[in-house]
Structure formats: C-alpha cells, structure tokens
C-alpha cells in the first residue's frame, strides 16, 4: 500500500505538502581512497539516489566554500560517513564550526579497512542500512 509521498526524494521543499515540510537532508563521505572509504561514499551515492538526501560536496566544507559551508549549517539533517577512526569528514565539519550532524564510521559496523581492495556490495549494503536506521524515514 502506498501513500502520497512514497518515493519522494527527502530534499527541500518549496511548499507543505501532505507529509508536512520537507527537510533538507544532506550526505557527505570522506571518499578518500581506502576500501572503507569507497564503501562510505558509495553508500552516500545509494542513499542519494533512493531519495534520502542529497549527497554534497566534503571537499567544499573542506576548503571552507562560504556558501557550501552555509548549506550546511542551513540543512535539516547532515549525514557524515567516514570510513575509519581517523575521522576525516568528521573534523572537516568541526573544523567548518559545523555542529549537530549524525554521524557514522565504516568499520565500527565490523568492515575493516584493507588496502588496495575493491569495497564489495553487501558492505554497501550494510552501510546504507545503518545509515537509514539514522535518518529519518518517509512520512
Ligand atoms: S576517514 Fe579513513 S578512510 Fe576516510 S579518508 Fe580518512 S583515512 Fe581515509
């Protein structure tokens, strides 16, 4: 059975709909070049396209982009993925004075982070599960 605003993607909304006003959820990766890191941003690019957000720009955050970074304040929701403890998109933030996002690390799902692999499907899949858990759900 659905409803009226099953498979909406969850971005800003110009106007109230059925739901309420939509919120401005935004996702972000470290996608650095670790399997972890593909895994992280890979999830961000599946989540995007399932309409739970929309993936934006670390590396704007990161080279202190004043209207990126604004976005960011601005958003409902931001999403960090990182893909180790080293946390890099997690400083990224806090290093931009960007407080309150949800936060969420690759390997403390149990995925370890190798060199020189490739990130396989069902580690996505796992990723984007647990980030799903976090965001919040269709109305
Ligand atoms: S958090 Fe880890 S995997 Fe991601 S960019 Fe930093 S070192 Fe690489």
Redesign the pocket.
């Known amino acids: 059975m659905s409803d009226c605003c099953e498979n909406k993607p969850v971005q800003k909304a110009e106007s109230a709909s059925c739901c309420g006003p939509a919120k401005t959820i935004l996702l972000y990766a ?1 996608s ?3 399997n ?2 593909e895994i ?1 941003d890979r999830a961000a690019r599946e989540l995007m396209f399932g309409g739970q957000g929309s993936m934006f720009c670390l590396a704007g955050i990161g080279a202190d982009i004043q209207g990126m970074v604004q976005t960011a304040k601005d958003a409902d929701v931001n999403l960090v993925i ?3 403890p ?4 997690r400083k990224v933030f806090e290093r931009a004075g960007i407080s309150g996002f949800a936060f969420l690390r690759v390997t403390d799902l149990g995925i370890q ?1 190798v060199k020189g692999i490739r990130a396989a499907q069902e580690q996505v899949d796992q990723v984007v599960a647990k980030a799903k858990e976090m965001l919040p759900g269709p109305c």
Request: glycine share 20%; net charge negative.
């Open positions: 470290c650095g070049g670790a972890v890191a992280a990182d893909g180790c080293m946390d890099c998109a982070k």
